[in-house]
């Protein structure tokens, strides 16, 4: 049997691919916060009629370098305005030139889908010099009025006494970026970011297709008994992922440490062994090639033994930054991931 994750509305949020078009743009160096703010509202004035203003949040990027602001804002552009924002693209360059001010450009957009039109614009300022360690006074202009803030963050973890924090309701990050080499405090730290604002993790969303056909395989009064007898769990992939996962399966099913057995594997994989009345099963999400599919395996002594097979969602950063910004609240499942991720990195 074979699904596509998404189903119906997914197909058809597909076939209404949004059109982006620039309806003006502006750009100067050495320049204060308060004439980039000039010159949106000059932007939006020039195009009053089809700049309607639609923008349901402000969202901050920081990123070290121009070409990383960029592929963020390529990121922000594909969600095809399906979360309208203000958006604050912050390049803090490393501090060695000697320079300082402020270079900025500023672009109003609009979204075309269907029949619908959704504006929204942008902003990148490359911060240099002393104002970098003072970002939260530079955000602070920009923020749109009774509209939350949310910050990503692609490529670090913001420090607990980041001034920032304060301006955000949300924050957005990627264990997978930030943590390609085993780190045991990764976790630990993302777990006490999570304590003091809430915490999207794009990581964890990627792995949602994997949760969901893990939970459906034991749905029915035939599997659900091996919830309670799990032996043994390997999870494989690489380490963010296979932690994240574990971490997940280590406290929804409270495990002791020693069940868990966590392996380096190109592809994420998940196996569960368990026993009911006298009964061995396997129950096994894995992606076994290449190929943008995951396989649900159970296979149970004396049957019934299933397979499904889940073609993954294409545009995928896309799609998990705009599952990052649906909502603003905690996550308690993922935060009690992360906690199990703590632990068995340790």
């Not at 190929?291 to 799609?319: F, K, N």
């Amino acid at each position: 049997m074979t699904a596509t994750a998404g189903g119906n509305r997914d197909r058809a949020q597909l076939a209404m691919t949004a059109t982006i078009t620039v309806l003006g743009s502006w750009e100067a160096e050495q320049v204060t916060v308060a004439q980039v703010e000039d010159a949106l509202t000059d932007l939006r004035r020039g195009e009053v009629r089809a700049a309607v203003r639609t923008s349901v949040l402000t969202l901050v990027v920081v990123v070290d370098s121009r070409a990383a602001g960029d592929e963020a804002l390529e990121v922000v552009n594909g969600m095809g305005g399906r979360h309208p924002s203000r958006t604050l693209v912050i390049v803090t360059p490393p501090d060695t030139d000697g320079g300082r001010g402020i270079d900025a450009c500023a672009a109003v957009r609009v979204a075309s889908v269907g029949e619908r039109r959704i504006c929204f614009e942008d902003v990148i300022l490359e911060v240099r010099g002393p104002a970098r360690h003072h970002l939260a006074s530079i955000v602070e202009p920009f923020t749109l009025p009774d509209l939350p803030v949310a910050a990503w963050l692609p490529h670090q973890l913001p420090t607990l006494g980041d001034p920032l924090l304060a301006a955000c309701d949300r924050v957005v990050i990627d264990t997978r970026a930030v943590s390609t080499s085993p780190d045991p405090a990764v976790f630990t730290k993302i777990a006490a970011l999570a304590r003091r604002l809430p915490v999207a993790d794009l990581s964890w969303i990627r792995l949602a297709p994997w949760r969901s056909l893990l939970a459906g395989e034991f749905e029915g009064a035939v599997y659900r008994p091996f919830l309670a007898g799990v032996r043994r769990v390997e999870v494989s992939g690489h380490y963010s992922p296979r932690h994240l996962l574990g971490g997940w399966l280590l406290k929804r099913l409270d495990l002791s440490r020693s069940q868990l057995h966590l392996r380096d594997a190109d592809h994420v994989s998940v196996t569960i062994h368990a026993t009911a009345d006298s009964r061995s099963g396997r129950f096994a999400v894995l992606r076994p090639t290449d190929a943008r599919e995951i396989t649900a395996e159970v296979d149970i002594d004396g049957g019934p033994t299933i397979s499904q097979t889940l073609r993954m969602r294409d545009r995928w950063p896309m799609r998990a930054l705009a599952d990052a910004l649906t909502r603003m609240g905690h996550d308690d499942v993922y935060e009690q991931a992360i906690a199990g991720a703590s632990e068995l990195s340790r």
